[in-house]
């Protein structure tokens, strides 16, 4: 480790960094974005709240969800599987409210 540290070429070190987290899929941004626009037009915050919690009144499941969204995309586009898109909304730490 030593003789890594004090050689001249950086080139060998390799930074483990770049491996925290997951690293960006871009394969389904189209979807993504489609379903950004799709919740931002018909999610409403409930008028007696007074917090952010939003009801989507029309989907009922991520299957119809995933339908609906798919509708508006071209033929051909990437789509991701209901239970995939139904583990993104999961939360990362399930002891964390």
Same mark, same amino acid.
């Given at each position: ?45 409930? $008028? ?9 009144? &029309?989907?009922? /499941?991520?299957?119809? +969800?995933? $339908? ?9 586009? &990437?789509?991701? /599987?209901?239970?995939? +898109? ?12």
């Amino acid at each position: 480790m030593h003789c890594l540290l004090g050689c001249d070429s950086t080139s060998i070190i390799f930074d483990l960094r770049a491996n925290n987290g997951r690293p960006k899929d871009t394969r389904h941004d189209e979807f993504w974005d489609a379903l950004d626009a799709y919740l931002k037009h018909v999610s409403v915050v409930h $008028e007696k709240r007074h917090h952010e919690h939003m009801y989507m009144p &029309l989907p009922i /499941s991520t299957e119809d +969800l995933t $339908e609906t969204v798919n509708e508006d995309l071209p033929e051909g586009t &990437l789509v991701p /599987s209901a239970s995939w +898109l139904a583990y993104n909304f999961l939360p990362t730490n399930a002891y964390v409210r």
